[in-house]
């Protein structure tokens, strides 16, 4: 079946922009994270999602970022007034218990601050 | 808290040869231990996982990783690698308190040479 997917792939964005970033995870998966990559590192966690609740928010960064999940399936992470620090590849895994223990991770977007 | 150590940024290796990335983690609490990897421009995909019973773990692709709780590792094998191999490596640690938080090292690139 279809696996994880983001969208877009690639944002380039000029600093104070808005971005939208989006995830499809697989189907009936009730537990969707999203984390930050930089370049060099492992990802770091953002955000955790147990179908349409936000359990835990506690990587955000700063109030410039905000991720919903409406209807407990798509998720959009969004990046206020963007700075050149967000540059980073932004993933979304998502699982199918809640918590989960294999975690099923899209190809993630690259976002570029210039 | 927890922190999870890839010593080696990169690692060179002939095909056929065998190899070892190293993890070492750091931990006040149980942990569940992973490993994924990251092809190019793909998500990240499960390798293995210990989460409890025998400390010698096989994975896909024909990787294996032993749990050494005297001396906090997770070491990654292979007895002989393809050139189908290169990619990069992480190790992650989940805390036994946590039902979904993952920790994550920098990551290793394992290079194969012809």
């Known amino acids: 079946g279809a696996g994880v997917s983001q969208s877009p792939r690639y944002k380039v964005a000029k600093r104070g922009q808005d971005v939208a970033l989006r995830c499809d995870p697989i189907?009936?998966?009730?537990?969707l994270f999203w984390y930050q990559q930089a370049l060099g590192q492992g990802p770091e966690f953002l955000t955790y999602f147990q179908n349409e609740a936000q359990l835990d928010k506690s990587g955000l960064p700063s109030d410039r970022f905000f991720a919903e999940r409406p209807e407990g399936s798509v998720s959009t992470l969004k990046i206020q007034r963007t700075q050149q620090e967000d540059s980073a590849v932004y993933l979304c895994a998502s699982s199918s218990m809640s918590g989960g223990e294999t975690q099923y991770f899209g190809p993630g977007t690259r976002l570029l601050v210039l | 808290a927890q922190s999870v150590t890839q010593l080696d940024s990169q690692v060179p290796v002939f095909e056929e040869a065998p190899v070892e990335l190293r993890c070492n983690y750091s931990?006040?609490?149980?942990?569940?231990l992973f490993w994924y990897v990251q092809y190019p421009n793909q998500g990240l995909q499960l390798l293995l996982k210990?989460?409890?019973?025998s400390t010698l773990v096989k994975g896909i692709n024909g990787f294996e990783a032993e749990f050494n709780k005297s001396q906090t590792s997770f070491h990654l094998r292979k007895p002989s690698v393809h050139i189908s191999d290169t990619a990069e490596y992480f190790c992650?640690?989940?805390?036994?308190?946590?039902?979904?938080?993952?920790?994550w090292g920098a990551g290793t690139k394992l290079i194969i040479k012809p």
């Open positions: 189907s009936g998966h009730v537990s």
């Open positions: 931990s006040s609490v149980s942990v569940y």
């Open positions: 210990y989460l409890s019973g």
């Open positions: 992650a640690v989940r805390p036994a308190d946590s039902n979904y938080q993952l920790i």
